[in-house]
Nanobody, 124 residues
Framework: QVQLVESGGGSVQSGGSLTLSCAVS????????MGWFRQAPGKEREGVAA???????TIGGSMKGRFTISRDNAKNTVYLQMNGLKPEDTAMYYC??????????????????WGQGTQVTVSS
């Protein structure tokens, strides 16, 4: 059974940094698409970043230049490094995964495994 467990959320001041982790277990697939999404209260879930087999990375919209997605294959863990955080980055952040699938993009419908989320709060 595939499980995704996020960690690393917390409260920071505007301009600060956080690194979120997503530990993946239960999958032996060598082909994957890993994603990060976020959802603020009263808003729709928004794609943040995606990382696919071979190291292809995509960062969404306003996060470009501030957020970085990476993966440690030995630890089977995906990271989201967030710098220059703004109050509008406040949200619940979710890790997502899809295995053995050719497509990889920051599109919610591509993913079939989700973590429970970790809260990020940025104060001004």
């Amino acid at each position: 059974q595939v499980q995704l467990v996020e960690s690393g959320g917390g409260s920071v001041q505007s301009g600060g940094s956080l690194t979120l982790s997503c530990a993946v277990s239960g999958s032996t697939s060598s082909r994957y698409c890993m994603g990060w999404f976020r959802q603020a209260p009263g808003k729709e879930r928004e794609g943040v970043a995606a990382y696919s087999t071979g190291g292809s990375r995509t960062i969404g919209g306003s996060m470009k230049g501030r957020f970085t997605i990476s993966r440690d294959n030995a630890k089977n863990t995906v990271y989201l490094q967030m710098n220059g955080l703004k109050p509008e980055d406040t949200a619940m952040y979710y890790c997502a995964a899809r295995f053995d699938y050719a497509q990889c993009a920051i599109r919610e419908e591509l993913f079939n495994y989700w973590g429970q989320g970790t809260q990020v709060t940025v104060s001004s």
